[in-house]
C-alpha cells in the first residue's frame, strides 16, 4: 500500500531533481516526462508523484489525478501529431513505480513494439520533443 516505506524509484528520483529528464508537464499531484526509450514517434510517461508499485494502490484523488493528467497527455500527442489514435499501456514491471504509457500512434504495430534499451538515446531529439509538447 501507499504508506509502506519502500527504496526511491529511479521515477522518484526524477519527481525529486536527483535525475535528469525531458519533462514535459507538472503539477502538485503527477508528472510527465519522454521515456529514454519510446518505442513509437509519440510516447510519453505519466507518472503520480505519490510513488507506489500498483496504480490501483494510490488513494483516490492520486489516482484521479494522474488519469486526468493521462488525459490532457493524450490530447496533447493527438493534437500535436495528428496519428489515427493514442493508447495507453499500463505494465509496471520495468520500474515499481506506478506509471502509465502514452503512447500516439498509426497502426498496431507502431503501438506494439517494444522499446530498445540497447541504443544510446539521442538526448538532443527527446530535449526537442519534449520542448514541441510541453503543456
Do not use: C
Not at 529511479?10 to 503539477?27: A, N, W
Amino acid at each position: 500500500m501507499y504508506n509502506e516505506v519502500m527504496e526511491d524509484s529511479v521515477f522518484t528520483k526524477i519527481i525529486k531533481g536527483q535525475l535528469p529528464s525531458h519533462k514535459v508537464y507538472e503539477d502538485d499531484k503527477t508528472i510527465v516526462i519522454v521515456p529514454l526509450h519510446p518505442v513509437a514517434k509519440g510516447h510519453l510517461l505519466v507518472i503520480p508523484k505519490l510513488q507506489v508499485d500498483q496504480f490501483y494502490e494510490l488513494p483516490d484523488d492520486d489516482y484521479a489525478a494522474l488519469w486526468l493528467t493521462v488525459k490532457k497527455a493524450s490530447q496533447k500527442l493527438k493534437q500535436t501529431l495528428n496519428t489515427k489514435r493514442v493508447g495507453l499501456k499500463v505494465i509496471g514491471l520495468d520500474v515499481p513505480h506506478a506509471h502509465v504509457h502514452v503512447i500516439a500512434f498509426d497502426d498496431l504495430d507502431e503501438f506494439s513494439q517494444s522499446e530498445n534499451s540497447t541504443i544510446e538515446p539521442d538526448q538532443a531529439t527527446l530535449a526537442n520533443f519534449a520542448e514541441k509538447l510541453k503543456f
